[in-house]
């Protein structure tokens, strides 16, 4: 694990505090959307698919406060949109580092490098930089070819500037877990914190639908990716939540543990799913028919989900109020995994071309889950 102490006894502490006041709901991360606009129209997103008017509307750093406060969260992701893109992001970042939250601030780092030095370095603040893999992968991903390179050298920079810097990583059906290992080796070269991952969610507004999986594939795909690891791969997720998308551990989803807001409210349910929204938090906790959710409700729209949004405020859960858990979690920060059928898969397997950059073909494919 590469997070640091005092942000790991920050999330621990304020578990507790909550358990001890008997709440039962209560959020780790505060999804904070202040835009919908963006610089890149990728495959898999279902953010940007709105109509000029919206995508025109932004957050004011009052209400971002607002809504850390109402939901008193001890983090704060920051995604979009293209968050860089707003005119008061510094504005916005600093109002939250003097509140002594945890920033993840994600960007596609298209202006990484230009906006750097209006930054100031601070363990609050880290840049999550969308990367999804080396960059034939990734400029198929973002449909922009050299995307990946404009990400990089941004990624360089804010490195050699101090700056706490995850690359965070979605990846699709078909990607070459090898690939993907080899990418791990490139990106904590350059120096970055940690790797933050995760299966891609289906997103109804996606123009490209045929490459999200099920959680079956997900299963194989992370068990073949995550096994037989090197010590030399440090990862800013909780252990538990990886051992789930390999398929060691079962979890339900908790969708109050990320709630998102935005120019149009409290999401609800949650960052992926938009089934209405209210004006308060409060309102959004009390409301929501959280039962309707989640993989054990039989809600089609939960049925294939296992992002970390939902399911890595579980594992948190579990890491830090049971032995057992805390246990597990400190045994996989140090566990290689070693799998000799994850390694033959790896040895075994054989790249799947894909189309040409941009051709995006849609599609009804159904995703199941199945036992293989």
């Given amino acids: 694990m590469a997070i640091p102490i005092s942000q790991v006894w920050t999330v621990a502490t304020y578990v507790w505090k909550q358990k001890l ?20 129209a ?31 969260v001890p983090m704060v992701s920051i995604p979009g949109g293209e968050p860089l893109l707003h005119p008061q992001i510094v504005e916005i970042v600093n109002g939250l580092i003097a509140r002594k939250k945890y920033i993840y601030l994600c960007t596609n780092a298209l202006e990484l490098k230009r906006r750097l030095p209006e930054f100031t370095p601070s363990k609050y603040l880290t840049f999550s930089v969308h990367l999804d893999g080396q960059r034939e992968h990734h400029d198929f991903s973002v449909c922009r070819e050299g995307g990946w390179d404009i ?27 090898n690939s993907v290992r080899a990418y791990f080796d490139e990106v904590m070269a350059m120096g970055v914190e940690g790797i933050v991952l ?25 068990r073949a990716i995550l096994s037989n690891r090197k010590k030399s791969w440090k990862f800013n997720m909780s252990p538990l939540f990886l051992e789930f998308l390999m398929g060691d551990r079962q979890y339900e989803c908790t969708p109050w ?26 309102e959004l906790i009390e409301t929501t028919k959280w039962e309707e959710y989640g993989v054990a409700s039989g809600n089609p729209k939960c049925a294939n989900c296992m992002v970390s949004c939902g399911y890595e405020p579980t ?14 979690m400190a045994k996989g920060n140090f566990n290689a995994y070693k799998d000799e059928h994850a390694q033959k898969v790896l040895n075994d397997y054989r790249p799947e071309g894909h189309a040409p950059l941009v051709q995006i073909k849609s599609g009804d494919r159904v995703m199941e889950e199945t036992n293989a």
């Fill in 198 to 222: 995760s299966p891609g969610y289906s997103y109804d507004k996606a123009p490209d639908q045929s490459h999200f999986m099920g959680r079956a594939k997900v299963r194989r795909l992370f």
């Fill in 151 to 177: 990400a990089v050298e941004g990624i360089k920079e804010a490195v050699k500037r101090g700056f706490r810097v995850t690359p965070n990583s979605t990846f699709f059906d078909g990607v070459d877990p």
């Fill in 257 to 282: 543990g990320s709630p998102s807001y935005s120019i149009f409210g409290w999401q609800k349910p949650c960052y992926l799913l938009q089934d209405g929204y209210t004006e308060t938090y409060k």
């Fill in 315 to 328: 594992a948190v859960i579990d890491g830090f109020l049971s032995w057992r858990g805390f246990w597990a």
């Fill in 21 to 40: 006041k008997g709440n039962k709901r209560y959020p780790l991360v505060l999804m904070l959307e202040p835009l919908f606009r963006c610089n890149l």
């Fill in 42 to 72: 990728c495959a898999g997103c279902g953010k940007v698919q709105y109509p000029p008017h919206i995508l025109k509307k932004q957050l004011s750093p009052e209400e971002c406060f607002a809504a850390v406060e109402e939901s008193g």
